[in-house]
């Protein structure tokens, strides 16, 4: 599709030309380092670049390649940031909380002298990725694990009051029965994940408030019905970084934790707000203390 040369046309191309050389510098230090190293490597990459260089049966192009690679830059980035930006702010908001994971964080992890290696992260991480792959293949909620530990609990919390996306769309494959709402096949439907995720017939009188103690039992039973945290979807398209994302989020919240008390700042307006993922319009300002080493 031909589109007319305006203003808006044009940023979107150097911004577009600009992401794609980007990519490609990354693309051929790659290139470059494979030639010594006899491999393209066993990340995201290097699998991807395998998969292209396949000789006379070559199964992904460059610009599939590329095209892989801002999906998961842009599904995977700003996502996690504002997973991280409302975790701050629930416990910049909820300081008894914020000294519960102080805790948890530097009896599992030890202080900030500690680096904080794999084994110590491991102890944060209880979203078992074989188990997750298990759950994928059969369609089960791939975070319905029991026996958590807070800052897990924490981060579900955050996800269900304040998740990065906040609506998703399906469309309908064949004509379905939505109790008693008729759907035809094509139909595209959107679902509100936001408004679900505070609805109190799903998960009671306290779902507009913040109760991590919801998921002690883990995610499968904090809610009447088993799959009700939709923050990252359900069933074969589900996202695919959620284990990592929420391995990177506890990491970060770790290392803030041992080393800074923190709240939010008295100019802080409260205005979430949808652009693609929800954010607080204004920012989070917070206060940081350093804490004792
Ligand atoms: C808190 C962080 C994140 C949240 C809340 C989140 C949420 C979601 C949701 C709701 C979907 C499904 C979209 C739909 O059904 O239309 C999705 C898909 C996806 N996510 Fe995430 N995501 C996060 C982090 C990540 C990270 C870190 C990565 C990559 C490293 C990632 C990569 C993807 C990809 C590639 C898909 C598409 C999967 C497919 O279509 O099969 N996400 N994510």
Known sequence: MEYAPTKANV??????RKVRDTLMAIIHERLDAARVARGYGTDLLGLMLEANSGGGKRVMSMDEIIDECKT???????????????????????????????????????????????????KLKLVNSQVFLFARSRLIHPLRLAGDLQVTMVLYETLRLYGAVSMIGRVATADADLCGVKVPRGTVLAIPIAMLH????????????????????????????????????????????????????????????????????????????????????????????????
């Open 198 to 293: 505070r609805d109190e017939e799903v998960w009671g009188a306290d779902a507009g408030g913040f109760n991590p103690l919801r998921f002690r039992d883990g995610v499968g039973r904090a809610a009447a019905l088993p799959g009700a945290l939709l923050s990252f979807s359900s069933g074969p398209r589900s996202c695919i970084g959620q284990d990592f994302a929420m391995l990177e989020a506890k990491a970060t919240l770790a290392l803030v934790l041992r080393r800074f008390a923190f709240g939010v700042a008295p100019e802080y307006v409260h205005a979430p707000t949808d652009f693609l993922t929800l954010q607080p319009l204004q920012g989070l300002p917070v206060v940081l203390k350093l804490l004792d080493p």
């Open 72 to 122: 998961f830059f842009f599904a995977g980035h700003d996502t996690t940031a504002h997973l991280l930006t409302w975790a701050m702010f629930l416990l910049g908001t909820h300081p008894e909380w914020q000294q519960r994971l102080r805790e948890e964080v530097l009896r599992e992890c030890g202080g900030a002298g500690t680096p904080l290696h794999g084994d110590a992260l491991n």
């Open 11 to 16: 940023r979107r191309w150097q911004l577009e």
